[in-house]
């Protein structure tokens, strides 16, 4: 299930704990894209934003932060979230896609287990690339300006540390696709 930021029309979601989250960046400078190469098995080579797993408890902006800087050295400040993309199933997982600016930080040149390099790309290079699933569709995207939402107006509370009392009445989540309302509680 994918949404467009500028679809969701609240500013709280509420995540249950178990819900698995990712968060990933698109940045670009100088009419280029930074890039990193996959080092995982399943998607090892294949190109995408930097960005990754948000830890149990972490909040989605620190964690993509920090993500980020783990797979490319590079620190970034969020400026607009313009993507989720929803998993149904019994595990449910999340993975939200901003637009950043590069901060400070060193281009990554060593390969780990996060990345195997990090590299800045113009459109046309992307474009014959192997590139992860749906890189593409994602980076076109973010290059609409009505598709964004500033990160300040999207907050995410984990199960933990909940909106005020009465905010919400259960742990749900709203998720609009097209003209349907779908109406999910885990």
């Given at each position: ?119 800045w790309f113009t459109l046309d290079e992307i474009k014959e690339m192997k590139l992860r699933e749906n890189a593409m569709s994602l980076l076109s995207l ?32 709203f998720i609009f696709q097209g003209r349907n309302k779908k109406h999910l509680t885990k």
């Amino acid at each position: 299930m994918l949404l467009r930021a500028f679809e969701v029309s609240w500013h709280w979601i509420n995540i249950a704990t178990h819900m698995r989250c990712s968060g990933f960046v698109v940045i670009e400078e100088s009419s280029r894209f930074l890039l990193i190469q996959e080092a995982s098995r399943k998607r090892k080579g294949a190109w995408f934003f930097p960005g990754g797993k948000i830890e149990a408890g972490e909040n989605i902006n620190a964690g993509t932060i920090r993500e980020v800087k783990e797979e490319s050295g590079m620190t970034v400040a969020l400026a607009s979230l313009f993507y989720i993309k929803y998993y149904e199933g019994p595990d449910g997982k999340m993975e939200f896609f901003f637009k950043g600016k590069i901060t400070g930080g060193t281009l990554k040149g060593k390969a780990d287990k996060e990345s195997l390099q990090a590299a800045w790309f113009t459109l046309d290079e992307i474009k014959e690339m192997k590139l992860r699933e749906n890189a593409m569709s994602l980076l076109s995207l973010s290059m609409e300006a009505a598709s964004s939402m500033p990160v300040n107006n999207f907050k995410i509370y984990p199960e933990k540390k909940l909106p005020p009392a009465g905010f919400w009445k259960s742990l749900s989540l709203f998720i609009f696709q097209g003209r349907n309302k779908k109406h999910l509680t885990k």
